[in-house]
């Protein structure tokens, strides 16, 4: 790790992983990383395609299994916790390829998370209602995702820019304290984009963000600190100044994007 | 729901019921023969559905719990003649508890795999229980047995006639009802969903696995309750029920009719009872008429009866 870690650690971290390794036969696509994430902070990991920095929202997430390594969450270790289990907890995540649930309306898409947190998705016999408190709760995430006009909407017809929007909000439908972003500007264009930063800015803070992004812009706009995943390693990890400022970064990466 | 979907889920009830005057009148004992036959395969139809259509999982071995419900009713017929266990009330719970636990138990199993390997457990889950079936030489074994004693239902019982009948029909529809209530609920939004994007479901909060075990136990229940209707009406029970063309036919009532839909299972039912006995009246080799038939209208129509009726809600 070459740049300096400048950002004084505050606070206990919310997150914290420790030698998390995944090898896809003899390719290493997570190579004993340690990272972690403080309390309302935006932590962005960028690095080139096939750096390891989808595989490592999985390993957080608990979607992929790690071949090594643990997660701990407000100090409480989730290793061995599965994906539901780890989201009551307060972790939730959106995807870099849209997922949201197509042939059901927009509103019903935060439903579910909403129904999750409070849970009520066991009840079988009454009606699934989408008003009431749980319907308050929805509209406040749409219209806090601009999305408000569409909640009859199916979700599968939505534009790509408003799934995206979409995304975040069935994200924070389950009321997270940690949020994991995979490229969430991906395909967006330049409005849509600078749109997508001003609402990931607004939900930073009381939500610590782990921020994997490309687009560089954002990640200085939104980032309190970055970490560089090349080959599965972290080559680098600090404040964004320092990220920038430092020459091995600039070669390996931000070169072609700066 | 489409209207004309509702209307003709309306009509076939409406001619199921007409069916008891109008059998009466012109003496014609085999349409109540046949149509409580529909009644009864629709009724598992229904509970297949939960699994099939609304989960979206491709189980091919629903005949086992039919065959669960049948058992029960042969054995404790053959074990405990005159007793209390002979009654409807007692066996109607007790083969839907039956199967719905077994169901469950393959459920868990099974839902460990996806896909094509998902088929092929579930289909063999089904084949366990055909030989297990086959093996009880106590119950006839290979031949099965005659059902000595019909579910009693107070002074009367659930063999032929018009109480039996109306009864296999009430049945039905409160297997509809069941499903309806059941796919409406967050319960049955979690499992449609989890159909739509499994991995999303589970990224907020939801642990899938148990609500498709769920559905498992409800489907693999209403199946035994068509299980014990079969018994009365066919007043036979043999490892036949359990086989698994059986539970191939049970899909294909399903998909026929319109998976994932409340009438979908009901259409595809009477359509496939229905087709049956037309062309096996035309043909004795109908099967090899049918089988392509049924494959052109699933292709056809991706979405069944219900689909080609008109855009269905899931409600
Ligand atoms: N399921 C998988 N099977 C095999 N290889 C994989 C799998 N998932 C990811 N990889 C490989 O692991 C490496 C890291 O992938 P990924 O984490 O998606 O990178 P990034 O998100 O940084 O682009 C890549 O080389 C990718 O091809
Ligand atoms: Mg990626």
Redesign the interface.
Same mark, same amino acid.
């Given at each position: 790790m070459r740049a300096v870690d400048k950002a004084a650690v505050l606070a206990e971290p919310l997150l914290v992983a420790r030698g998390l390794t995944k090898r896809y036969g003899g390719l290493v696509a997570n190579a004993g990383i340690d990272f972690d994430l403080r309390p309302r902070e935006v932590h962005a990991v960028i690095g080139p395609n096939g750096g390891g920095k989808t595989t490592l929202l999985g390993q957080l997430m608990g979607e992929i299994e790690p071949d090594a390594g643990t997660i701990a969450l407000t100090g409480a270790d989730i290793t061995a916790l599965a994906v539901p289990e780890r989201v009551l907890r307060g972790l939730a995540r959106s995807y870099q390829v849209t997922s949201v649930f197509p042939g059901f309306t927009v509103l019903e898409n935060v439903a579910f998370g909403l129904r999750a947190r409070r849970r009520t998705t066991s009840r079988f016999w009454r009606a699934a209602r989408t008003g009431g408190e749980l319907g308050e709760a929805a509209a406040a995430i749409l219209r806090r995702v601009g999305l408000s006009g569409r909640s009859g909407v199916d979700a599968a017809v939505l534009s790509h820019g408003e799934q995206r929007q979409l995304e975040i909000a069935i994200a924070l439908s389950t009321t997270p304290k940690v949020l994991l972003l995979d490229e969430p500007l991906a395909g967006l264009g330049v409005d849509e984009g600078r749109r997508m930063v001003d609402l990931i800015a607004s939900i930073a803070g009381p939500i610590a963000i782990v921020l994997v992004e490309h687009d560089m812009d954002a990640v200085f706009a939104l980032a309190d600190r970055i970490t560089v995943l090349v080959d599965g390693a972290v080559i680098a990890s600090g404040a964004p100044d320092a990220i920038r400022a430092d020459p091995l970064m600039r070669s390996a990466y931000l070169g072609e994007d700066l | 729901m489409s209207r004309a979907v509702l209307l003709l889920a309306a009509a076939l009830f409406v001619v199921l019921l007409a069916a008891v005057p109008a059998a009466l009148l012109l003496d014609l004992p085999y349409l109540l023969f046949l149509f409580q036959q529909l009644a009864i395969l629709a009724t598992a139809a229904v509970g297949l559905n939960l699994v099939l259509g609304y989960a979206g999982l491709p189980a091919f071995g629903h005949a086992a719990f039919v065959g669960i419900g049948s058992y029960t009713v042969g054995i404790l017929a053959t074990e405990l003649p005159g007793t209390l266990f002979t009654s409807a009330w007692v066996q109607l719970p007790l083969a839907a508890a039956l199967a719905g636990l077994v169901a469950a138990l393959i459920g868990a199993v099974s839902l460990r795999t996806r896909g094509v390997a998902f088929l092929m457990i579930t289909l063999a889950f089904g084949q366990m229980l055909y030989f297990a079936a086959v093996a009880l030489e106590r119950y006839g074994g290979d031949d099965g047995m005659i059902l000595v004693a019909p579910s009693r239902l107070g002074e009367q019982n659930l063999s032929r006639g018009v109480l039996s009948y109306t009864i296999s029909v009430a049945v039905l529809a409160v297997a509809l009802y069941v499903s309806f209530?059941?796919m409406?609920?967050?319960?049955?939004? /979690?499992l449609?969903?989890a159909a %739509? *994007?499994e991995?999303?479901?589970? %990224?907020?909060? /939801? %642990?899938?696995h148990?609500?498709r075990i769920?559905a498992f136990a409800a489907s693999g229940a209403l199946c035994g309750i068509a299980g014990v209707l079969l018994a009365n009406h066919t007043a036979f029970i043999s490892p036949a029920t359990l086989a698994w063309t059986r539970s191939v036919e049970l899909a294909v009532m399903v998909l026929l009719g319109g998976a994932g839909t409340l009438f979908g299972p009901l259409f595809g039912a009477a359509a496939f009872v229905l087709l049956e006995e037309v062309l096996s009246g035309v043909t004795e080799h109908w099967r090899i008429v049918f089988g392509p038939l049924l494959l052109l209208v699933v292709l056809a129509a991706p979405g069944g009866i219900a689909g080609l009726l008109g855009r269905q809600s *899931?409600?």
């Open positions: - | 209530r059941l409406r609920s967050p319960f049955g939004t /979690v449609r969903g %739509a *994007n991995r999303r479901m589970q %990224a907020v909060g /939801v %642990a899938v148990r609500y769920g *899931n409600d």
